[in-house]
């Protein structure tokens, strides 16, 4: 199963004018209870809490970002930061339903509530405030072309494979700057990793990768790159500011070089 799914809004202490590119080789740890952590990407399971990357941390900012929809929520949590991430779901409304996720439409509605509360608890003039000055991380793309156009036949049916690329850049898009318009004015958009390298989607007993499927994150990056930069000169009038985030080929020399990084290769399937 490949999940690459997350909206998660950090709101630190200091004001952050760049939004920078993570330079940082991809270094993973083992999760621990319901918590998953890589340095080049946030990862993490159905409302599950995500730990932030270390550089971030010394800005100030809290090293847990807890769920929204958790359980343990507390009011203070809605002034320093959240995640509306639901593992499994995707740009594309049909990837969420097999994976009764949350989809991204249903994320942005779920930011809506979160505006509202806010605005009961500290007044609107510094909700607006906190909601324009904190940064905002999405990344989603992999389920929608791993679990749902490689795996269930309805798409391919509708779409041959740049096509179906092109549906998903266009709803990106559509996403980010519906999010932009909430009020969200730093948004971080992380790249397709190469889901074709993932165990779950090599042909069984294979070792290499599958190419068809690096190919659709590498057309994906590509032209969502180019609307990054288009949405910078749209927008930058009102402050607003985007930064596409790469994190496809760091990986990728991970994988093929992973003596070099003194990486064991490995072949399991995650269930």
Known sequence: MVRQTMLVKITPPLKIREISSLEEKAATKPCEENTCFNKATYIGGRFAKMQTVDRYSKLGVKEFLPPYNGDDLELSDLLTGVAFASGGSGYDPLTSIPATATSSTGQLELFLEYKEKLKTLVGEEEATRVISEGIYFTAMGANDIANNYFSIPLRRHQ?????????????????????????????????????????????????????????????????????????????????????????????????????????????????
Request: proline share 4%; hydrophobic share 35%.
């Open 159 to 271: 779409y041959d494979l740049p096509s179906y690329v092109n549906f998903l850049i266009s709803s990106a898009v559509n996403f980010t700057m519906k999010l932009n318009d909430f009020g969200a004015k730093r948004i971080g958009f992380f790249g397709i990793p190469p889901i074709g390298c993932c165990p779950s989607q090599r042909k069984h007993g294979s070792r290499e990768c599958d190419t068809l499927q690096n190919q659709a994150a590498e057309l994906f990056n590509s032209g969502i790159e180019k609307e990054i930069e288009r949405l910078n000169a749209e927008r930058n009038v009102h402050d607003s500011r985007f930064a596409y985030l790469d994190i496809y080929y760091n990986l990728l020399d991970l994988i093929k070089q992973h003596d070099f990084y003194g990486k064991q290769l490995s072949h399991r399937v995650s269930r």
